[in-house]
């Protein structure tokens, strides 16, 4: 079974940067799709962006449209969350996920965490002044 490993969490202030990386262990990244979600103080936990090797286009959620990215190193089977513009109601523990890309799609598995199998223990983002 997979195994995921985030890391890159910390604390920036509003309008900084920080890249998240979820390093795959166990096999590649070519049947899996590969999610980031969050969960903060008080709220559910939300999906954030979803990417697959078998989807043309990966998942964002509204609220990080135009600030977030993600990219997929096959390489390294590690998936990064680029986030940039940040701001304080970004601030979560952001956790890595997979799925099977046979069971959902990066819109699913997004929007209504379906088809998730392995979930990471997160890391931690902070931004405040």
């Known amino acids: 079974q997979v195994q995921l490993v985030e890391s890159g969490g910390g604390s920036v202030q509003p309008g900084g940067s920080l890249r998240l990386s979820c390093a795959t262990s166990g096999s590649t990244l070519n049947t899996y799709i590969v999610g980031w979600f969050r969960q903060a103080p008080g709220k559910g936990r939300e999906g954030v962006s979803c990417i697959s090797n078998r989807e043309v286009d990966p998942y964002f959620d509204d609220a990080v449209k135009g600030r977030f990215t993600i990219a997929v190193d096959n390489a390294k089977n590690t998936v990064y969350l680029q986030m940039n513009s940040l701001k304080p109601e970004d601030t979560a523990v952001y956790y890595c996920?997979?799925?099977?890309?046979?069971?959902?799609?990066?819109?699913?598995?997004?929007?209504?965490?379906?088809?998730?199998?392995?979930w990471g223990k997160g890391t931690l983002v902070t931004v405040s002044s």
């Open positions: 996920a997979v799925g099977r890309t046979w069971v959902t799609s990066v819109q699913t598995m997004c929007t209504r965490s379906y088809g998730i199998n392995v």
